[in-house]
């Protein structure tokens, strides 16, 4: 409640507000949410009966939270607890794991946000009424402390203090020492042994999941099978890396269907991560690629759990429900790629300067493909127009100077085009 607040507190009142709400909302909690699909349900329940309520379609609001909500997965600092293990496969430190998935992360949330802003203008969308809205300050003053446990949590895990379960046993204490603070949060003796009967149920699903998981990978090894998989796609790929990729990609959402995010990656380390290595893309790179495409499979039909979730909560189709989310997710479609050809997005083997360069490009190149995705900016944006900018936009996605000077020419044609139209079309008017 209280980040779905926050967010109403920062763009509630702006344009299709329920929509962005939904997406910082999404975004803050599924830092510490292990599920998509609980994501989904958890915010959704609130942010899409207030979207609809704004005039966005059954299935693109729940396609918005579907979309956002499996983001969270991929947004540091825990990354449905897969930033842990990863720490563990690549045996790099945990704050070097969350450091190196900020920017894929922001650029995904980006991507969303700004098609969700280009629809409320297409659809002449408003806004929530003041009233309706909660004061910023007076939030973070009332309910700012519940966030305490969350920043000595990762405070701790990012100075190396001890280990992993160690942190985590502290930062439960102070959970409940926090809730005591306010009679509203207070925990009795009643909602004590509730949370922790809660506390159970979902360990015994996380124990299972990664007890599968563990066997999967048992069997790939035993077997050989991973080594199969791996000597078939490097064979078909030869020597272009662009086919592996793809290939693994899709090897990715298959094994990804329906699987819990943990589960999820430690099915993607063992069997897909390796294939890329051995193509000597960078371990890191080669782990977050598969986490992607492993996550995206929850909003990728026709097994695409978080957006039948949000369908079921919006009454909408649940299929165009997952063309939706999958349309408004395409940076999680685009960005593995750019990271994988050219690992400078991860901060590896780059400078201050190339990495100022590139955070700077691809935040206006996913601004770019979002017009042409969206099909408007200032009026609407005809089809040819539409694929220019989107061609534009993953040219200034890709790290490099010759591909960033064509994507700002691109740009610059595109709004001047705009320009254009849009004195045409009032001169029409008048």
């Keep these: 409640d209280f980040f779905i607040q926050t967010a109403n507190s920062i763009v509630g009142g702006a344009s299709g507000g329920p929509a962005k709400v939904a997406v910082i909302a999404s975004a803050l909690e599924g830092m510490v949410s292990g599920s998509s699909v609980a994501n989904t349900v958890g915010s959704g329940a609130v942010t899409i009966p207030l979207m609809k309520r704004t005039g966005y379609k059954a299935e693109f609001a729940g396609a918005v939270e579907a979309a956002a909500s499996t983001g969270g997965q991929i947004m540091p600092p825990i990354m449905g607890a897969a930033a842990f293990l990863m720490a563990e496969m690549v045996g790099v430190p945990y704050s070097t794991v969350a450091v190196k998935a900020i920017l894929p992360a922001l650029l995904y949330f980006t991507g969303i946000f700004v098609m969700v802003h280009l629809e409320a203008k297409k659809e002449g969308l408003r806004g929530l009424s003041k009233e309706e809205l909660p004061n910023f300050w007076k939030l973070c003053g009332k309910s700012g402390y519940l966030l305490l446990p969350l920043v000595l949590l990762i405070t701790l895990l990012a100075m190396g203090w001890r280990t992993m379960a160690t942190c985590a046993m502290v930062a439960t204490a102070a959970a409940i020492l926090v809730s005591m603070l306010r009679q509203d949060t207070r925990l009795n003796f009643s909602r004590f042994c509730d949370a922790l009967e809660n506390a159970a149920r979902s360990t015994i699903g996380v124990g299972v999941a990664c007890a599968t998981a563990g066997i999967i990978a048992g069997v790939v090894t035993m077997t050989g099978l991973g080594q199969v998989l791996i000597t078939a796609i490097v064979k078909l790929a030869g020597d272009y890396t662009i086919i592996a990729l793809f290939l ?123 017009i042409g995705l969206e099909g408007y900016l200032l009026i609407h944006v005809k089809w040819p127009l539409r694929i220019v900018s989107v061609l534009g936009g993953l040219c200034l996605i890709h790290p490099g100077l010759a591909t960033d000077i064509i994507g700002i020419l691109v740009l610059a044609s595109v709004v001047m085009s705009q320009i254009a139209s849009k004195r045409k079309h009032t001169a029409k008017i008048a």
Excluded: W
């Excluded at 269907?257 to 993607?268: E, H, K, L, S």
């Excluded at 069997?271 to 929850?298: K, R, S, W």
């Excluded at 909408?316 to 063309?323: A, D, F, Q, V």
């Design 248 to 370: 693994t990609m899709i090897a990715c959402i298959i094994l990804g269907m329906g699987v819990p995010t943990t589960a999820n990656y430690v099915i993607m380390a063992t069997t897909c991560a390796p294939i890329l290595i051995a193509m000597d893309i960078p371990p890191m790179a080669a782990h977050m690629f598969v986490f992607y495409f492993g996550i995206v499979a929850d909003i990728t039909p026709p097994v695409a759990l978080a957006a039948y979730a949000g369908a079921a909560i919006a009454k909408g189709n649940p299929m165009k429900t997952g063309l939706n989310a999958t349309r408004l997710a395409i940076a999680a479609f685009i960005i593995p790629y750019i990271f994988a050809l050219s690992p400078a997005m991860l901060f590896i083997d780059t400078t201050v300067l190339e990495v100022a360069q590139i955070i700077l490009t691809s935040f206006i190149g996913m601004f770019m493909v979002a």
